[in-house]
């Protein structure tokens, strides 16, 4: 691999992170990632367990769709 290609390489992950960044960091106030409906949530006593299934199925669907259209291109 060249360094140009690699370089481009670079600033596309770069900008990917960006945006995956500024999504979660802004994006809560839209989608409530994490306290979907669906999450399991168990609490009693001191002890509390979280298990975001559907939140976790979300995000696979999500970034199975953003790799495919990238990995077409």
């Not at 600033?11 to 992170?17: C, K, S, W």
Request: hydrophobic fraction near 55%.
């Amino acid at each position: 691999m060249e360094f140009g290609n690699m370089g481009r390489l670079m600033m596309l992950i770069g900008a990917f992170l960006l945006l995956f960044g500024a999504l979660i960091t802004f994006g809560s106030r839209f989608i409530p990632f994490g306290r979907l409906p669906g999450d399991i949530f168990y609490q009693k006593g001191n002890f509390s367990f979280y298990f975001p299934i559907v939140t976790s199925i979300v995000l696979s669907i999500l970034l199975t769709l953003i790799l495919n259209l990238l990995a077409r291109k």
